[in-house]
């Protein structure tokens, strides 16, 4: 929480826009996963993760997909999670909590 100063929605947008580009450059670590180390690409997805709650700006459903809601790892198909396209719809099995999530028919096709 603050220290009791509101009211500088200049200041709260700075740091949203700070927060936005932390977020930018921790996706280019997710979206290239295989050319960094599993820590690294583990801990970024965390950092989005909390840095959009923190800041209450959420995520990007582009990246959203790629983080798992059940232990906000990264989602790697073939390496941390299954991924299955059953009627339009996307079946997504965590391999690390076993958590399964489902999208669509309107999943993001990008
Ligand atoms: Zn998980």
Same mark, same amino acid.
């Given at each position: ?22 977020? +930018? ?12 180390? +599993?820590?690294?690409? #583990? %801990? ?8 959009? %709650? ?38 997504? #099995? ?17």
């Amino acid at each position: 929480m603050g220290r009791g100063k509101r009211g500088r929605p200049r200041a709260a947008a700075l740091r949203r826009k700070r927060a936005t580009a932390a977020v +930018e450059r921790l996706s280019e670590i997710l979206k290239s996963p295989w050319s960094h180390s +599993e820590a690294s690409v #583990t %801990q970024a997805s965390k950092q989005m993760w909390s840095i959009g %709650q923190r800041h209450r700006i959420g995520l990007h459903s582009d990246h959203r997909i790629w983080i798992c809601r059940g232990c906000k790892g990264p989602i790697r198909p073939g390496i941390t999670a299954r991924i299955r396209i059953r009627n339009g719809r996307r079946i997504t #099995t965590c391999q690390t909590c076993g958590r399964i999530s489902r999208r669509g028919p309107d999943f993001p096709k990008r």
